[in-house]
């Protein structure tokens, strides 16, 4: 079944720890996105990545961090240094997973992940 | 940078009832406006989007209008349901160094009441 898997689902932190969110796919998109959603809000760029070794800040990047070391997989890590890390995180895709097809610009994502700092 | 605002922030309906959901945006080189909803607990998932060379779209009982020289674009739900009921995301997208720039409006929880 063809799809982004984020996990945990739900994950409670102490000030001062960091935590890893997990981001998987097997739509073979190149480009992957982390976005933060906060109630009342839209959903807010963290950083994104179009290709395997690179990756570039969003918007709200402070206090965060990421790697793309394989094609399939974007891991978000929140660092303590992000003051005000509770949130809902959603892990996105965009591409096309045929070769020469067009990329229609549609964002796919996953079903998100709840980090609350206790 | 681009800037999308969305109104209402919430609305409750009767089911049967049109709704009617309104964003506008700023950068006139966007040129991709998707809608997304998204269900509780859930990521959001595309609905419907259109083009900037196209001023009206339609899918079954959801349809978008785009006025490019106003700069805003709405969602129209026909003969609501109990599982329309969820929160409506507008976006302003476009291409920018390789990547989809996509500026989110703030949100619009819709209600129906059976």
């Known amino acids: 079944d063809g799809g982004i898997t984020q996990s945990p689902k739900y994950l409670f932190r102490k000030e001062g720890q960091n935590v890893t969110l997990s981001c998987e796919q097997n739509l073979n998109h190149d480009a992957m996105y982390w976005y933060r959603q906060d109630p009342g809000q839209g959903l807010r760029l963290i950083y994104y990545s179009q290709i395997v070794n690179d990756f570039q800040k969003g918007d709200i990047a402070e206090g965060y961090s990421v790697s793309r070391e394989k094609k399939e997989s974007f891991p978000l890590t929140v660092t303590s240094a992000q003051k005000n890390p509770t949130a809902f995180y959603l892990c996105a895709t965009t591409g096309s997973s045929e070769r020469g097809a067009l990329n229609t610009g549609e964002l796919f994502f996953g079903e998100g992940s709840r980090l609350t700092v206790l | 940078g681009e800037n999308v605002e969305q109104h209402p922030s919430t609305l409750s309906v009767q089911e049967g009832d049109s709704a009617v959901i309104k964003c506008t945006y700023s950068d006139s080189a966007s040129n991709y406006f998707p809608w997304y909803k998204q269900e509780l607990g859930k990521g959001p998932q595309l609905i419907i989007d259109?083009?900037?060379?196209?001023g009206e779209k339609k899918d079954q009982r959801i349809a978008v209008t785009l006025n490019k020289t106003a700069k805003h674009f709405s969602l129209h739900i026909t003969e609501t349901q109990p599982e329309d009921s969820a929160v409506y995301f507008c976006?302003?997208?476009?291409?920018?160094?390789?990547?989809?720039?996509?500026?989110f409006g703030t949100g619009t929880k819709l209600q129906v009441i059976p």
């Open positions: 976006a302003a997208s476009k291409t920018s160094g390789g990547y989809q720039k996509v500026t």
């Open positions: 259109i083009r900037s060379n196209v």
